[in-house]
């Protein structure tokens, strides 16, 4: 079994920073994708960033430049830095990773249960 787990939220006055961390475990052989999604009140989960296997990394155009992306491949964790939060930033962030397990033979979707960042004043 895979579990993954956000940490890092809270409240944040705009302007300010806050680093999320998202850890796998469990029986992993292999960690393909990793990525933060969110979703806000009343809407969609939307992509915020990832990155792959080779480090290559994707953003959503409303966090380039502000946020940055991570991973500690020794630790199976995931890291998203955001700086210059905004209050449009506020939402739960959701960790999702794409593992291939130590019996599957391809990699399946795993998500966190997510962390709530407020931004606010």
């Known amino acids: 079994q895979v579990q993954v787990v956000e940490s890092g939220g809270g409240l944040v006055q705009p302007g300010g920073s806050l680093r999320l961390s998202c850890a796998a475990s469990?029986?992993?052989?292999?960690?393909?994708?990793m990525g933060w999604y969110r979703q806000a009140p009343g809407k969609q989960r939307e992509l915020v960033a990832s990155?792959?296997?080779?480090?290559?990394?994707n953003y959503a155009d409303s966090v380039k430049g502000r946020f940055t992306i991570s991973r500690d491949n020794a630790k199976n964790t995931v890291y998203l830095q955001m700086n210059s939060l905004k209050a449009e930033d506020t939402a739960v962030y959701f960790c999702?990773?794409?593992?291939?397990?130590?019996?599957?033979?391809?990699?399946?979707?795993?998500w966190g249960k997510g962390t709530l960042v407020t931004v606010s004043s």
């Open positions: 999702n990773v794409n593992i291939t397990t130590m019996t599957s033979h391809y990699g399946m979707d795993y």
């Open positions: 469990g029986s992993i052989f292999s960690i393909n994708y």
């Open positions: 990155i792959n296997s080779g480090g290559r990394t």
